[in-house]
């Protein structure tokens, strides 16, 4: 069964509004979770490492007061795109680890910006 | 230089072939592998990982790892059009958060 949730599954919105995406592992808690960005034939990007109870760690390139992230509780994080843009229409896909070794991905999330 | 490079494919055969698909890795301190298939517009589904070197089955599925190359491998036995994905290779430092994904390679498997 999954490991990992997203909600929703497609979000279509007005350019200047905000989205949040919710990402739940279901399975265990996750001290720590991982947003990433896909385009379209493109691979995964790394945006951030989300830490329950702490400020979540963004990569190089990434605006933290742009993508928003809030780990509350061990088994929720969220992701609130703010003031969206077209150009940040995407495939946006959360990830928990499970011990060392497995990571486990949502099943994504499909913004469109109008 | 790409810490992972993959090659795109796409990659088309023909059903019950046996599929072969690489990785190559730069930096010799990576120690986890895996393996992930992505279906259109769908999060990707881990197949395989394995940890530092050897080889790993699971059902048609074979993940291989050789450091000594740094190269890493899938292979798919007696494909079938439902294997018809894109295959992610990942690859992970021992103590880093950070995967790093190939660009993944696109394959078809025809009926």
């Known amino acids: 069964g999954a490991v990992v949730s997203q909600h929703p599954s497609r979000v279509i919105c007005k350019s200047g509004t905000s989205v949040k995406i919710e990402c739940r592992s279901l399975d265990f808690q996750a001290t720590t979770m991982f947003w990433y960005r896909q385009f379209p034939k493109q691979s995964l990007m790394l945006m951030a490492t989300?830490?329950?109870?702490?400020?979540?760690?963004?990569e190089q390139g990434v605006e933290k007061d742009k993508f928003l992230i809030n780990h509350a509780s061990l088994t929720l994080s969220t992701l609130t795109v703010t003031s969206a843009h077209p150009e940040d229409s995407s495939f946006y896909i959360c990830?928990?680890?499970?011990?060392?070794?497995?990571?486990?991905f949502g099943p994504g999330t499909r913004l469109l910006v109008l | 230089q790409k810490e992972v490079e993959q090659d795109p494919g796409p990659l088309s055969v023909p059903e019950g072939a046996i599929v072969s698909l690489n990785c190559t890795y730069s930096n010799s301190a990576f120690q986890y592998f895996m393996w992930y298939r992505q279906y259109s517009r769908k999060g990707p589904e881990l197949l395989m990982y394995?940890?530092?070197?050897g080889n790993k089955e699971d059902g048609r599925f074979t993940a291989q790892v050789d450091k000594s190359s740094k190269y890493i491998s899938l292979f798919i036995r007696d494909s079938q059009p439902s294997d018809s994905a894109t295959y992610l290779c990942a690859i992970r430092q021992t103590g880093a958060n950070n995967l790093f994904f190939g660009t993944g390679t696109r394959l078809t498997v025809i009926p």
């Open positions: 989300s830490n329950e109870g702490s400020k979540a760690t963004y």
């Open positions: 394995t940890y530092s070197s």
């Open positions: 990830s928990v680890r499970r011990g060392l070794e497995t990571q486990y």
